[in-house]
């Protein structure tokens, strides 16, 4: 069957392709010296790290994107460079679409918070796509992303429950549940550096339109794959909490300061109002 691997992985992405970009697809921005984002079509990954040999993926962007996340790897890098390990924020199919090819090519061992596991093990499927949330054309058309799970085998293993981070010493891994069970944030106290993943995002993701044009908006999680917005919220409050100076989030441009600030002051307070839509699938209990 199309998928399966001789290294004991399963590709549910083989094929999914989708055909969804914004004005940033192809982009990559240095965000710190030792941060940098690329934008795989809608979404974010990072490499974080200064040095070809010494360096860790953040993300695998979308279906079917593995040669042109080389493409960026080596453009930043150099010829034939991979990472250390790669780092899953969470299992959506915008964030792990790439990554059986990439293991593959690499080598690499993958890690993720161990509620994320049984979705990159083949063991169960991610909640339907509420394709009748409030909020614009991505939401009405996310009934066709896939949710079906890959199976990274032996090649996958849970975090550390210790907050430490492998192959990044200064860093420490923040659960942020609501977005997906398992889904985490990364957190640099030395320069209060944040990698956000989708916990709060940059841009409203349900809108086509804000999508494409990448226009800065701090805003909840992606709508139509959130299924716990009491979580949701309270993660978002964990993370203000750390005070961020900078912040790269799964969708939209990074940002930081007093806008980065401001924006999460106005989220949290406002969530009820900003992020959580006013009808949809999960947020009237139907699930």
């Known amino acids: ?22 004005i940033a697809s192809g982009v990559g921005v240095k965000v710190l010296p030792d941060l940098y984002c690329y934008t795989n079509q809608i979404v974010n990954i990072c490499l974080v790290g ?59 061992k993958v890690y993720a918070h161990e509620k994320e596991l049984p979705f990159l093990t083949g063991k169960q499927s991610y909640p ?5 949330v409030e909020g614009g054309l991505v939401a009405k058309m996310s009934p066709m ?23 990044m010493p200064e860093w420490r891994w923040v659960h942020t549940p609501g977005h997906a069970p ?9 320069d209060r550096a944040l990698i956000a993943a989708d916990t709060f995002v940059t841009v409203k993701q349900e809108s086509l339109y804000k999508v494409m ?23 978002v409050k964990k993370l203000q909490e750390l005070n961020p100076s900078v912040a790269v ?9 007093q806008e980065l600030t401001e924006g999460l002051a106005r989220l949290v307070s406002d969530f009820d109002k900003i992020a959580i839509p006013d009808y949809g699938r999960y947020v009237d209990g139907e699930h």
Do not use: C
Request: hydrophobic share 35%; net charge negative; proline share 7%.
């Open 249 to 257: 989030t799964g969708h939209g441009v990074p940002v930081e300061g």
């Open 213 to 235: 044009t990448q226009e800065l908006e701090i805003n909840g999680p992606p709508r139509y794959l959130t299924t716990d917005w009491n979580a949701a919220w309270e993660s």
């Open 145 to 167: 992303f896939p949710t079906d799970p890959v199976d990274l085998g032996s090649h996958v293993e849970a975090l550390p429950s210790d907050g430490t981070v492998p192959h």
């Open 182 to 190: 398992g889904q985490i944030a990364l957190f640099r106290e030395e």
């Open 50 to 108: 200064d040095s070809a040999d010494d360096f860790v993926l953040i993300d695998t962007g979308m279906p079917e994107s593995s040669g042109r996340i080389i493409e960026a790897i080596e453009e930043r890098f150099g010829a034939d460079s991979k990472p250390k390990a790669i780092i899953l924020t969470h299992g959506h199919f915008d964030h792990v679409g790439a990554v059986v090819d990439l293991v593959e090519k690499w080598d690499v």
């Open 1 to 22: 069957m199309s998928g399966y691997r001789e290294n004991d992985m399963y590709d549910a992405m083989e094929n999914k392709f989708l055909p969804m970009y914004s």
């Open 128 to 132: 339907d796509p509420d394709g009748t």
